[in-house]
């Protein structure tokens, strides 16, 4: 089946201990995101990566990294975590990236 | 001011009506348009995807773009139950960054 799988579904962390959540697809994409959704506030980009080794700032990079290695992973790594990043993040790919997205189920983290 | 601005709803419809989502935007350099649906704790899920202006339509979903108007429309007919979720519009200039409206959800009555 193709899809975007994201781990962990939950996390929830203390400030400043450093967590990744991770991203997979299995369709050969080369387009690859990640989005954090907050109430009132919508779907915001964070990175983005065009394909292997490319990576790009969206709206909302502080306090993020991400790494593109392989074509089918992208990680999203919080070094120092902290409460304003408790938020519902989702994983996101495309062909290309001018077409939709295929998105993940989500990854609800809480920062205390 | 916001690059996208969705009606916010929420929106409550009896079974078989038409329900019309719509999202006005300002940048220009849009030509890419897309509706996902979300459902409560899933993904979005991409409905429809439409370059620059004009109308697709497919079943019972039809997609309106008018690049004059800076304003897109997704048309629902014959609604369900299961049609009930949350919509989102979305839009980007090229490959790289799409901009999300904040989402109308929508409850369909049996």
């Known amino acids: 089946e193709a899809q975007v799988t994201q781990n962990p579904r939950y996390l929830i962390t203390v400030t400043g201990k450093k967590l990744t959540v991770t991203c997979s697809q299995n369709m050969n994409h080369e387009y690859m995101s990640w989005y954090r959704q907050d109430p009132g506030l919508g779907l915001r980009q964070i990175y983005y990566?065009?394909?292997?080794?490319?990576?790009d700032k969206g709206d909302v990079p502080e306090g993020y990294k991400v790494s593109r290695k392989e074509k089918r992973n992208f990680p999203l790594i919080l070094e120092s975590p902290s409460p304003n990043q408790t938020s519902l993040y989702f994983c996101?790919?495309?062909?290309?990236?001018?077409?939709?997205?295929?998105f993940g189920s989500g990854t609800r983290l809480t920062v205390v | 001011q916001k690059e996208v601005e969705q009606d916010p709803g929420p929106l409550s419809v009896p079974e078989g009506a038409i329900v019309s989502l719509n999202c006005t935007y300002s940048n220009s350099a849009f030509q890419y348009f897309m509706w996902y649906r979300q459902y409560s704790r899933k993904g979005p899920e991409l409905l429809m995807y439409?370059?620059?202006?004009g109308n697709k339509e497919d079943g019972r979903f039809t997609a309106q773009v008018d690049k004059s108007s800076k304003y897109i429309s997704l048309f629902i007919r014959d609604s369900q139950p299961s049609d009930s979720a949350t919509y989102l519009c979305a839009m980007k200039a090229g490959a790289g960054k799409s901009t999300f409206g904040d989402g109308t959800t929508l409850t369909v009555k049996p």
């Open positions: 996101a790919s495309s062909l290309t990236g001018y077409y939709g997205y295929t």
């Open positions: 990566s065009m394909n292997v080794e490319v990576t």
């Open positions: 439409t370059y620059s202006s």
